[in-house]
C-alpha cells in the first residue's frame, strides 16, 4: 500500500461566531490567528492559527447555506475534518480512490490559506470527514 499522507496540515473546527472563537483559541494556544478569510463558494469564513508544524481551521458559516451551516445545524459546533498534507492533490485523490474511498472531489480546488484541496466522502472513513491539501503551486 502506498503511504502518501505527509502529515496532519489542520484540523477544522465548526464554531458558530469566529468573534467568540478567536479570542478563546488565542487564550488556548497562546499565539495569535495569523489569517482571516472568506471562501464564498463554500460560504465560510475561516480564521488560522499555528500550533507547532500544524494548524488549526476555525470556520463559520458566512450564511445559511453550505456545509458549514448544515454540519452545526445536525452535530453542534466541534472538530469537522482532519486535513492532511499530501505532495499533489490530484495524484492522492486519484490513489485514495484506487485504493476503495468514496471522494467528494473527483479534482483539486482552491480552499483558504493558499492550499489546493479535496474531500473524501466521509461514508468511507468512518464518518470522518478528510480533507488532503497541499500548497498552491
Ligand atoms: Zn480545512
Redesign the pocket.
Known sequence: MSNFMNKI????IAVKSLDLSIPLFEKLLGSKCYKIEIIKDQHVK?AFFKIGDSKI?L?ESINNQGPIENFITKNGEGI??I?FQVSDVDEALKQTKELGFRLIDNTSRI??DG?R?GFLNPRSTNSVLI?L?SNEK
Open positions: 496540515e489542520h484540523i477544522g475561516t481551521e470556520l469537522h475534518h486535513a480552499g483558504a492550499l484541496i480533507e491539501c
